[in-house]
């Protein structure tokens, strides 16, 4: 079980990609939390960092430190939602918690802090976009951290010789859809 004294977010740094790598393809090749068919590998995943790095936003890891010696447990990070100007305050995350760590606080520290990150930042809403409504430990942790229940799209992804569903929830952010944003021209993105 991990200790919460030993467990810290911080934001990611190159040298955790390949703990980050290896995490995705073991939810790849073993779960429908993603449609992705192959694992990517460590060049590509860097791509993609980098991408979500360029465009602003936040890409967390959450580390236990044992000895001295970190060890990534878990990722989270968000992109754009869409990408019309309309869309540019809202973002979807991801989130991935390393097999041997899930059920034990670590998503749902990743996901409190990346929220906490995008409210800071001006953003307004975050939506989830669940692979396979029967993945219930994505729904729950997005439940308890104040996501809502946005709608299935049925049968939208086959995988493992099945049909998957794809379950929406949203987040407000800050004071969402209630005000303007401070800056209607302004947050993302960032290019």
Known sequence: MIQPASLAIRDSHDDDLGAIQAIYAHHVRH????????????????RRRADVMRNG????????????R?????YAYVNFFRLRPAYRFTVENSIYVDPAAQRSGVGKRL???????CEAAGLRQMVAVIGDSRNTG???????????????LRSTGWKFDSWLDTVLMQRELGAGDRSAPDSPQAAYPRQ
């Open 31 to 46: 779960g429908g939390g993603s449609f992705e068919l192959e694992p990517p590998d460590l060049v590509e995943m860097m």
């Open 57 to 68: 936003f936040p890409y967390l890891v959450a580390v236990s430190k044992t000895d001295g």
């Open 70 to 74: 970190e060890r990534v447990l878990g």
């Open 111 to 117: 996901l409190n802090e990346l929220i906490a990150r």
């Open 138 to 152: 994505s729904i729950g942790l997005h439940a308890a951290c104040g996501f809502r229940f946005a709608g299935v």
